[in-house]
C-alpha cells in the first residue's frame, strides 16, 4: 500500500509540473491596493518583460493572479501560452541580473514605485519543490555546493564547475549530501 501512495505522490508532483510549464513567478512586487485589476497585472508583467528586452504581446499571456499570502510584498504568477515565451523570459532575466550587478531588476526598472525594491523572476515551482528548493539551498550552503538552481520545474545541485551535477529528487537525497564522507 505504501509504495502505491509514493507512486500516486509522484503522479501528482509530475502532474502539478506539467500545469507550470509555462508558468513564470514575479516576486517581491508591493500591492498597489487591496483589489488590483487584471489590466494592473497584465502591466506588472509586460512591463517586467520590457525592462529585461522580452518582446511579448498581451495576447501571449494566458492568466496573471496574485499568489495568496498574507505578505506585502507579494508574488505574481503568470501563465503564457507558450513554454518557449517562459524559457526566453527566464533566459533574459537571468542575463539582466548578470549585466547589471548593480541595477538589479526592481519597482523603479519596471516603472512601478519610485522607491526601488528589488523584484525577482523565477519558474513556477510546486509547492513541493518550494519547499525541496528551500531545503537545497540550505544544504549547498552547508555542505560548500557553489550552485544551487531549477530548471523545467527541475532542483540541481552542484559542487563546483567541473563537478557533475545532481538533481534533487527528495529530502532523503539532501540529507545524505550533507553528511561527510
Given amino acids: 500500500m505504501t509504495i502505491f501512495f509514493g507512486s500516486l505522490k509522484n503522479k501528482i508532483e509530475d ?4 500545469m507550470r510549464s509555462s508558468a513564470v ?14 489590466v494592473h497585472l497584465y502591466d506588472i508583467v509586460l ?7 522580452v518582446d511579448i504581446q ?8 496574485v499568489l495568496k499570502s498574507k505578505a506585502d ?21 537571468k542575463m539582466y541580473y548578470k549585466n547589471n550587478p548593480n541595477n538589479k531588476l526592481n519597482t523603479t ?16 515551482l510546486t509547492p513541493k519543490g518550494q519547499i525541496l528548493f528551500f531545503l ?15 530548471r523545467n520545474r527541475r532542483i540541481y545541485i552542484r559542487k563546483t564547475e567541473e563537478t557533475q551535477y545532481i538533481e534533487i529528487k527528495d529530502e532523503a537525497q ?3 549530501l550533507k553528511t561527510p564522507k
Fill in 15 to 18: 502532474m502539478e509540473r506539467s
Fill in 25 to 38: 513567478e514575479i516576486g517581491n512586487v508591493p500591492l498597489k491596493s487591496d483589489k488590483m485589476d487584471k
Fill in 47 to 53: 512591463n517586467t518583460c520590457k525592462s529585461i528586452k
Fill in 58 to 65: 498581451k495576447n501571449e499571456i494566458n492568466d496573471v493572479f
Fill in 73 to 93: 510584498p507579494q508574488n505574481y504568477n503568470s501563465r503564457f501560452k507558450s513554454k518557449n515565451t517562459k524559457h526566453e523570459i527566464i533566459k533574459k532575466s
Fill in 109 to 124: 526598472t519596471i516603472g512601478l514605485d519610485n522607491r526601488s525594491k528589488p523584484i525577482y523572476v523565477s519558474e513556477t
Fill in 136 to 150: 537545497a539551498r540550505d544544504t549547498a550552503k552547508i555542505a560548500d555546493f557553489k550552485f544551487c538552481w531549477t
Fill in 174 to 176: 539532501l540529507t545524505s
